[in-house]
């Protein structure tokens, strides 16, 4: 194993390393917190500083060791945002600003629940083409698609068969009367 100069003892050689690591540290430290913020710029410099004194020892300019030390930065930033991502922290929420489970309204749970039971019962008694073309504009077809499905001969009719269906099943759920 070979000794680099700076480790050998406690001369002026280990100082000027210290002043410059100390320098490096600096410039990594604003560099990562311009990007990231200051909270893991600070640990981010030191994997850093600890990966070119473990794996860079040969490295003891200024001019090599200020180029490698920003690609390693880069690299770590990159490496940060991407487990962030993965982890979902980015867009993490405190479990203060979430609501409870329940809305809290009991009687509105209940009026929508019923509402829901009544619009599937009526829906059941409608003829089929109603209940075919209340199906797929759920499902997200738009009315030409629904023209081809159904064999229309024009989309306008498709408009005509949509209105008389929802005029039915306003009927059926008692909200108002049929107009044709």
């Not at 600890?50 to 490295?59: C, R, S």
């Not at 600003?97 to 039971?117: F, H, I, K, W």
């Not at 009544?118 to 073309?133: M, S, T």
Request: charged content about 30%.
């Amino acid at each position: 194993m070979t000794m680099v100069p700076w480790r050998r003892g406690s001369g002026p050689v280990v100082a000027e390393r210290e002043q410059l690591l100390a320098t490096l540290r600096e410039r990594i430290v604003s560099y990562a917190a311009f990007r990231i913020g200051k909270d893991h710029a600070e640990d981010l410099a030191q994997e850093v500083l600890l990966l070119l004194e473990t794996k860079y020892p040969q490295v003891v300019k200024l001019e090599e060791m200020l180029p490698l030390a920003f690609q390693i930065i880069r690299f770590k930033i990159s490496d940060f945002r991407r487990r962030a991502a993965r982890r979902g922290e980015y867009d993490a929420v405190t479990v203060d600003t979430l609501p409870l489970a329940g809305s809290g309204n009991v009687l509105a749970d209940l009026e929508r629940r019923e509402l829901r039971q009544r619009l599937i019962e009526a829906v059941r008694h409608l003829d089929g083409r109603c209940r075919e073309i209340f199906r797929m504009k759920l499902e997200g077809r738009s009315y030409a698609e629904i023209q081809a499905k159904l064999g229309a001969s024009n989309v306008n009719t498709v408009y005509t068969w949509d209105h008389r269906c929802r005029q039915q099943l306003m009927v059926r759920l008692g909200v108002g009367e049929r107009i044709v």
